[in-house]
């Protein structure tokens, strides 16, 4: 094996697309193409000495897969170059990510601002397990630039937002709040699970951690499980490393594979949803038992300019209404042939879910009335099928 085939130095000059296939790689000494798995929890040392001096630091090389392991550190590095992030650790699921990425940073007595429309398990880990433990939280209107300035205390340290938000796809300032997170010497965190890396870069825009659900758009053909975290080498390195070592929500190095060749196809696969989605809401927004429809690529949304700003394209996901309450969302879902009935997200396989009885189904009738999530509302994750094929599938259940 010549270092000729792990040659990545230039890596962060490349161009995304080059990014997604090459970066990171690092092959064995059987000189593989494709990337291998290292099924490993543990490491061998050459002798007593240099287990020491691995564990003291001073000795460069894998120690035990919680903390670090090849295949894995392969998905970090190609995810770090795509994010222009200076480090990233991967999680066992996107939840593992977010948790680590807020709780790692704050003690009891801080306190966290975050924006009030966020994926259910996102604002149960706000809401309900940060007071658990002494970290008060204040959340937002995160479309109201000024809600996030008048919500900061002294003892402010992390801000935490979605961006398009899960499902209402509201969409955040991220410059606005970075900049109001650095001026008070906080850290912003944003889940960018929606817009995906190809699609929104939050750390160029002033964001200082961005997480993913690797389970969505990153695996794509919903296999897998992961997340991953990004940020600086210092607090991926003195903030993120001691809580997720110890605490041990690791990604598996056959998921951490799984994701590595799916990022091969990420740019193609995303650009086709795109174009895909955009179809489907224009003509569910032609529909006459359509009430609404809520697509950021869509000059009727109500923030389409500052989601144009922000995002190279309107991305994969759609929130529709339906005339008639529960029962009429209900009926439409059950009659759709091709677009499946799941909660999950990002796959190759349209997706349909009713936020209020499944993912939202937590939050009080006043909470998700607050979001506009109603009981008429469904959102759709645009798959990789014909959409010509989806419209039909639409069409036909509308009527029924
Ligand atoms: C915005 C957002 N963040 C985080 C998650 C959690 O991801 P995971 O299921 O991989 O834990 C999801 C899952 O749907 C999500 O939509």
Redesign the pocket.
Known sequence: MTDKNNKNNDARSWRPQTQMVHGGTLRSQFGETSEAIFATSGYVYDSAEQAEARFKGEDQGFQYSRFANPTVAMFEQRMALLEGAEAAFATA??????TAAILSQVSAGDHIVAARA??G??RYVIEDLCPRFGIDVTLVDGADNSAWEQAIQPNTKAFFL?TP??PTLSIVDVAHVGKLASSCGGQLVV?N??ATPVLQKPLQQGAHVV??????HIDGQGRC???VVLGTETFIKETLLPFVRNTGPALSPFNAWIMLKSLETLDLRIQQHCSNTEHVANFLAAQPDVENVLFPGRSDHPQHTLAMQQMTRGGTMIAFTVKGGKDAAFQLMNSLEIIKIS???GDAKSLITHPSTT?HQRLSLEARAELDISDNMLRLSVGLEDSQDLCEDLARALTR
């Open positions: 699921t996107g939840m593992a990510g977010v966020l994926f398990s996102c979605e938000s899960n889940d699970v929606f997480v993913y659900s690797a389970t969505k499980l992961g997340g909660n999950n997200l993912t």
